[in-house]
Structure formats: structure tokens, C-alpha cells
């Protein structure tokens, strides 16, 4: 019996992330300066009082903003969020890159997966990220037959390769 025949749960894609942080204003004015996002709302009261509702312009909401408890340790939740890039290009890709150097945006690494090229930074709260370029199809199936092929590859790439 094949997980779509055990489970009803068809999942699209990720509706929003939420983030712990040590201040949401700030995290907020990053987001939006870096990524480009609308601060759409902030909560002023109940469970997420202090809360910032970001959107990269669709979505009522694609990340929040939570603050983090005193003393709380931020940025090793996860791994890291993928950003799909909504240019397709190797040349999105180096403005990216230079965005983020201009800006003195911590870069972790530059991975190539075979279908697609992603550059790896951090938020100010150490929460890791990665805008990515995708090389190869996803609507059709391809992305999925090559990252099996070459079974996940993550090969290194120099910036100066870009």
C-alpha cells in the first residue's frame, strides 16, 4: 500500500513559517530590506501580542515573527528555509549573492543539488535560509527523477564560480 492510499492529508506547498526571534521589529525591518517583504501585520494583543505578519506579496502571511522567550536560544529550530527565487537565472542568482555582500549578509554556503544552485545566509537571529535558483523542472517530474539520480548531491561552489 502505496503513503497516498495510508494518508487523506494532500499537502500543496508550505503555507508560512514561523520564526522565534529576540526582537520582531527588528527580524521584520531585516526580512523587508533583504527579502524584499511587506510587514502586513502586528499583533497587538492575545497569544502572538508582539507578533510581525510578513508576505512576499501574495499570501496574507509567508513568514511570522514571534518573540522569543527571555533567554531563549534562536536560530537552531531548524535546519534552514528554502526560498524559491522568482527568477530562474544563474544571473538572479550573482545579484543575489552581491545583494547579500553589499550588505554584509553572513553567507554559509553556496550549494550546487544538480537541479538547482542555492546560496545559504543568515537572519540576525542565526536562522539559516537559502534562496535558490532552480535549474531543472518541478512541474514536470524532472527535479524529482535528477535529485534521485544523483542522490542528493551538494556539491560546493565558489563564489568567484557564480
Known amino acids: ?24 521589529e527588528a527580524s521584520a525591518q531585516w526580512y523587508s530590506d533583504v527579502l524584499n517583504m511587506k510587514i502586513v501585520a502586528r499583533a497587538a494583543d492575545g497569544p502572538y501580542k508582539g507578533g510581525v505578519f510578513l508576505s512576499f506579496g ?17 536560530g537552531q529550530e531548524f535546519e534552514h528555509i528554502g526560498l524559491k527565487m522568482a527568477g530562474t537565472s544563474m544571473d538572479d542568482l550573482r545579484r543575489n549573492y552581491s545583494f547579500f555582500a553589499e550588505r554584509g549578509i553572513k553567507i554559509a ?15 540576525p537571529d542565526g536562522h539559516m535560509l ?4 532552480q535549474r531543472i523542472p518541478q512541474e514536470t517530474g524532472e527535479s524529482q527523477a535528477e535529485l534521485n539520480r544523483n542522490q542528493g548531491q551538494a556539491d560546493p561552489v565558489d563564489p568567484a564560480a557564480l
Open 58 to 74: 501574495v499570501s496574507d502571511h509567508d513568514i511570522a515573527l514571534f518573540p522569543a522567550a527571555e533567554g531563549a536560544t534562536t
Open 109 to 123: 554556503e553556496i550549494l550546487d543539488h544538480g537541479v538547482s544552485t542555492g546560496i545559504y545566509f543568515y537572519d
Open 1 to 24: 500500500m502505496s503513503q497516498i492510499e495510508l494518508s487523506p492529508i494532500r499537502v500543496e506547498k508550505i503555507a508560512h513559517i514561523v520564526l522565534f526571534v529576540k526582537d520582531p
Open 130 to 133: 537559502e534562496v535558490f535558483c
